[in-house]
């Protein structure tokens, strides 16, 4: 059977993309405008439906680019209205958003917008102990358009705008760097998304040369760090990444980094009972926290099946961030959303491909 071969997708491209791919066919940069309003402002479906497109470009663009939304797989509502979203990507696999509700707790701070949970890879080659994410090993990188078509396919399935974005689910966005900087770019300019770098926030498991390479990206973004051990014999037993970029390496990274963006850094936190919930764990993180200036965001585990841990009590949890309150440390503890519908990075995907049968490749 003749296979027709898969058009590449108009959303992976910017401005300076498109005025590039005009000018070689001999149109103007002001064409590349025009596609670009009619991709993010106008929200097209089809090329046909840019009146303002010269009928012969209409169909060169037809044949050039498809026009093709992420398919919603599965949509689960959580009682307090955090939404999961499940998506099928164009080779048959699985990926996950989370949309957060507003007026809640998140990122250390609280937010009166909509905030996006954002994948960057398919699984996660980087085997936290505690994540569902690589439970099924690591697939492959995300492209450009399938980051940004999260955003836009999460949107229009809800009909509200997104205005908070987090790279913080699936998959480790550092990792994934060329793809992902370009997706921000899209993502933030005024004829792409726009949506304001300080709304956007990258989480890493800590690839110290990423982070410093992420600084030198001419945009105000945050960042946050699954940090989940405030000690390198900690943060080993449940991050393996640790072993190549141990704390010391991962802070002078974090030093960088606050030097050349001037804002303050989010120290994530998972709280996993008898692993690192010691107050003497509070004690050094509230120590490293201060040496950085850093925010702390306290999270209790998501139980995720399969995986033998378990939250501590909650008794345990206030414990925990006493210690880091009376040391002058700026620091939440988040009641998670979404602990009903399998929110946790991955979980959803997990169930549903192994409902499916499908099988991670390694690639």
Known sequence: MVTTPRLPSAFGLTLDDWIEWAEARGQSRFRAKQIVEWLYQKRAKSWDEMSNLPQTLREELKSAFSLDRLPVVRLTGSKDTTRKFLF???DGRLVETVKIPANVHFDGG???RITLCVSSQ???AYDCKFCASGL????????????????MAAEEESGESVRNL?????????????RLTKAITILNAPWGLNIGARHMTVSTSGLAPQIEKLAELPIQIRLAISLHGASDEVREQIMPVNKKYPIARLFEALEVWREKKKQKITLEYILIEGVNDFLAQASLLAKRAKGLDAKVNLIPYNTVEGLPWSRPTEAQQEAF?????RAG???????????DISAACGQLRLQQETAEGIVAVDR
């Open 110 to 112: 609280q937010s009166d």
């Open 88 to 90: 099928r990507l164009h």
């Open 136 to 151: 099924a090993g690591f697939t492959r990188n995300l492209e450009v358009e399938e980051i940004v078509g999260q955003v």
């Open 329 to 339: 440390v700026v620091a939440t503890l988040r009641r998670e959303k979404g602990h």
């Open 122 to 124: 398919v699984g996660c």
């Open 321 to 325: 961030l006493q210690v880091l309150t």
């Open 166 to 178: 987090v790279f913080m689910g699936m998959g480790e966005p550092l990792a994934n760097f060329t």
